[in-house]
């Protein structure tokens, strides 16, 4: 195992384990503040309970993400040093405007909302929790501002051997971040949806003490995922057509698509010869793949053979093609998990309409299980949107393997240790968060005299 691989191999494990906990900030965020402003407009205190609880929890993930997401920067200047030199002037803005802007606005409004309950009139309170929820989500604009250059350069220029800013505004207004903002915030709502549904569907089961609280709770937030899981396959359909415009060869790698092909079909499932670039054995739906392209049953959607060709023409020789297997699988998982949820929220919300959601113990069990679903999706979802773009770092501008810190400057057996000390780190960090949670969320709602709602029995 080379310097390279294992470099690459570390950052895809910071940057998943780091997307396990971001979603959940996001759309947890949103979740609260509404949960707040019912509360002030109604002046129902299962509502004040319910802030409270899901608050604590927030609290829980934001803290664990954060201390994720520092590694992260960390390594851009070791492992990665050659792709910091390159897009420095261009990645360093949008990161900078994260921290001093975003991240400051949603730190400091958090201790406000932390320590602010009895010192703030309510509805005080409760637009500290929207600056909240607006921190968080501003912090993943610039963010991901800097990851559209990646994955569509624009506002540049080649000087020095260096990509150097030229137009801020074409920067922050990049067209890929317009398509991949949407989706992650979508995605985001529909997490927190689910991780909410899915924690009151087990207090609901177990007759938990205040279940008016978590029965409220699962009515909101089983609406609130639900519609997040709609806007989100809706926002990825457009998304993908842009990739089609953007990265045609991620597109030609996700449906395993080696032969140009007009009208192109779907992959619905392929085992396929990487080595040779052909199929064992695949089930395609005829010129499905032009619809989701075009929106109509025709329309070329080139093939990476072909891909492959132009490629070498415009940046000269070299492989272009990523691995096929597994941005195939993992696109799959993603778009699967997806529906799943689709499906999940929709037999929640017919329990909620019916009022049956605490007399269906299958549905509550499996809501409990599907926590995992919106999980699986991102952490596949990004898994595929980084490898599916190799060889490419910085798509059209600099080769992955050209991003890597100097030889005589990192080693392998630098990076392995690393790797190892991180991923141990990690499994630490996790045992604590999954402790955490079970604690605080399994718990159930702390009255003022320091007691759980939750029987020690079922707990």
Same mark, same amino acid.
Request: proline share 4%; net charge negative; charged share 15%.
């Given at each position: 195992?080379?310097?390279l691989l294992?470099? *690459?191999?570390q950052f895809?494990?910071? %940057?998943?384990?780091?997307?396990?906990?971001?979603?959940?900030?996001?759309?947890?965020?949103?979740?609260?503040?509404?949960?707040?402003t019912?509360?002030?407009k109604t002046?129902?205190?299962?509502w004040?309970?319910a802030?409270?609880?899901?608050?604590k929890?927030?609290?829980i993930?934001?803290?664990?993400?954060?201390? +994720?997401?520092?590694?992260?920067?960390?390594?851009? &200047?070791?492992?990665?040093?050659?792709?910091? *030199?390159f897009?420095?002037?261009i990645f360093?803005a949008?990161l =900078?405007i994260?921290?001093?802007?975003?991240?400051?606005?949603e730190s400091?409004?958090?201790?406000?909302?932390?320590f &602010?309950?009895d #010192?703030?009139?309510?509805k005080a309170?409760?637009?500290?929790a929207w600056?909240?929820a607006?921190g968080?989500?501003?912090?993943?604009v610039?963010?991901?501002?800097a990851?559209?250059?990646?994955?569509q350069p624009?506002?540049?220029?080649?000087r020095?051997?260096?990509?150097?800013?030229?137009n801020?505004f @074409?920067? @922050?207004?990049?067209?890929?971040?317009?398509?991949?903002?949407?989706?992650?915030?979508?995605?985001?709502?529909? +997490?927190?949806g689910?991780?909410?549904?899915?924690?009151?569907?087990?207090?609901?089961?177990?007759?938990?003490?205040?279940?008016e609280?978590f029965?409220k709770?699962?009515?909101?937030?089983?609406v609130y995922?639900?519609?997040?899981t709609?806007l989100?396959?809706?926002v990825?359909?457009?998304?993908a057509?842009?990739m089609m415009r =953007?990265?045609?060869m991620k597109? @030609?790698?996700?449906?395993?698509?080696?032969? %140009?092909?007009?009208?192109a079909?779907?992959?619905?499932?392929?085992?396929?010869?990487?080595a040779?670039r #052909?199929?064992?054995?695949?089930?395609?739906?005829?010129?499905?793949?032009?619809?989701?392209?075009?929106?109509?049953f025709e329309g070329?959607?080139k093939?990476?053979?072909?891909l492959?060709e132009?490629?070498v023409?415009?940046?000269?020789? &070299?492989?272009?093609?990523?691995p096929v297997t597994?941005?195939?699988?993992?696109f799959?998982?993603?778009?699967?998990?997806?529906c799943?949820?689709?499906?999940?929220g929709?037999?929640?919300l017919?329990?909620?309409? #019916?009022?049956?959601a +605490?007399?269906?113990p299958?549905?509550?069990k499996?809501?409990?299980w599907?926590?995992?679903?919106?999980?699986v999706?991102n @952490? %596949?979802?990004?898994?595929f949107?980084?490898?599916?773009?190799?060889?490419?770092?910085?798509?059209?501008?600099?080769?992955?393997?050209?991003g890597l810190?100097?030889?005589?400057?990192? +080693?392998?057996?630098?990076?392995?240790?690393s790797?190892?000390s991180?991923?141990?780190?990690y499994?630490?960090?996790?045992?604590?968060?999954?402790?955490?949670?079970? #604690?605080?969320?399994?718990?159930?709602i702390?009255e003022e005299?320091g007691?759980?709602?939750v029987?020690?029995?079922a707990?």
């Open positions: 195992m080379d310097a294992l470099a *690459r191999l895809g494990i910071v %940057t998943v384990y780091h997307w396990f906990f971001v979603p959940v900030t996001l759309g947890l965020s949103v979740l609260i503040a509404i949960m707040e019912i509360y002030v002046g129902d205190e299962h004040k309970k802030v409270k609880f899901w608050g929890l927030f609290l993930n934001f803290a664990i993400g954060v201390a +994720t997401g520092i590694v992260q920067e960390f390594q851009f &200047g070791m492992n990665w040093s050659e792709y910091s *030199r897009m420095g002037d360093g949008p =900078a994260e921290a001093l802007l975003a991240f400051y606005i400091v409004f958090i201790g406000i909302w932390i &602010g309950w #010192k703030l009139s309510p309170h409760c637009g500290v600056m909240v607006i968080s989500n501003l912090s993943a610039w963010i991901l501002i990851n559209s250059f990646m994955q624009v506002g540049y220029v080649l020095n051997g260096r990509a150097e800013m030229e801020f @074409a920067l @922050a207004t990049n067209s890929h971040v317009w398509v991949q903002w949407p989706h992650v915030f979508t995605s985001a709502v529909a +997490t927190a689910f991780f909410v549904a899915g924690i009151a569907a087990w207090h609901m089961a177990r007759k938990s003490k205040d279940l609280v029965r709770s699962f009515n909101l937030a089983i995922g639900l519609v997040g709609i989100v396959l809706l990825g359909h457009a998304q057509q842009h =953007a990265q045609p597109m @030609a790698a996700a449906e395993a698509l080696w032969e %140009t092909a007009d009208p079909p779907m992959s619905l499932f392929t085992i396929c010869n990487e040779e #052909k199929d064992v054995f695949a089930i395609k739906v005829p010129a499905l793949l032009s619809f989701l392209a075009y929106n109509r070329e959607v093939g990476i053979k072909d492959q132009e490629y023409d415009t940046y000269g020789p &070299g492989d272009y093609v990523p597994v941005s195939y699988w993992t799959r998982l993603m778009v699967g998990t997806g799943a949820m689709l499906l999940l929709f037999w929640g017919w329990a909620v309409m #019916k009022n049956k +605490t007399d269906s299958l549905m509550l499996l809501m409990f599907g926590i995992s679903l919106p999980f999706a @952490a %596949t979802g990004w898994t949107t980084e490898i599916a773009r190799q060889p490419w770092i910085v798509f059209g501008l600099q080769k992955t393997v050209d810190s100097p030889t005589g400057t990192v +080693t392998a057996g630098h990076v392995l240790f790797l190892v991180f991923t141990l780190l499994a630490v960090l996790m045992v604590v968060e999954i402790h955490l949670l079970k #604690k605080y969320g399994g718990g159930g702390i005299t007691e759980s709602s029987p020690t029995e707990r």
